[in-house]
T-cell receptor, first 116, second 109 residues
């Protein structure tokens, strides 16, 4: 149980375009989903926290107009990187938290974004 | 501020035992997680400690001392596949995960 999927697993896009990444909890209801970014050889950096049906809470320094997060249902959250630039190239990982768990986050497999 | 400290890198021999330490200073404490992360992959859950003491799970064990703000992950009978980064993360008073930078473990034959 507690499986989280991400789609796509990798994507290459041109500078200036937008990319949407989906995060789904497959066998549980995710009341909260988290979006992380990880640069090579660095730890996870939390970008934003989203609760189903409400606006996402962004971490300091993360542009909410650039990284659009939607959490429309208890099983789906999306991250859209708008007007992507090469410096947005990174490994994006989502995680989901259900109810009744010891605050464990179940991670998706990640999405490798390369902006050319 | 909130701070999680782990060694950057450790090297051990196949079949041996290794202990990865984690010290933390956070605003509140609601548990500590250890995750394993192979290169290019997402983290996978290893253990969760919220009470003092040792939790054993197969070859992996995790220890917590809340009074000392200290935890360690103990890996026994090391295998080559254990080569990975090991992340320590603390749940703070707002139930947010505060992440350490991770310890890269290199296993040599």
């Amino acid at each position: 149980g507690a499986v989280v999927s991400q789609h796509p697993s990798w994507v290459i896009c041109k500078s200036g375009t937008s990319v949407k990444i989906e995060c789904r909890s497959l066998d549980f209801q995710a009341t909260t989903m988290f979006w992380y970014r990880q640069f090579p050889k660095q730890s996870l950096m939390l970008m934003a926290t989203s609760n189903e049906g409400s606006k996402a809470t962004y971490e300091q320094g993360v542009e909410k107009d650039k990284f659009l997060i939607n959490h429309a249902s208890l099983t789906l959250s999306t991250l859209t990187v708008t007007s992507a630039h090469p410096e947005d190239s990174s490994f994006y990982i989502c995680s989901a938290r259900g109810t009744g768990e010891p605050y464990e986050q179940y991670f998706g497999p990640g999405t490798r974004l390369t902006v050319t | 501020g909130q701070n999680i400290d782990q060694p950057t890198e450790m090297t051990a021999t196949e079949g041996a035992i290794v202990q990865i330490n984690c010290t933390y200073q956070t605003s509140g404490f609601n548990g500590l997680f250890w995750y394993q992360q192979h290169a290019g992959e997402a983290p996978t859950f290893l253990s969760y400690n919220v009470l003092d003491g040792l939790e054993e799970k197969g070859r992996f064990s995790s220890f917590l001392s809340r009074s000392k703000g200290y935890s360690y992950l103990l890996l026994k009978e090391l295998q080559m596949k254990d080569s990975a980064s090991y992340l320590c993360a603390v749940v703070d008073s707002n139930y947010q995960l505060i992440w350490g930078a991770g310890t890269k473990l290199i296993i040599k034959p």
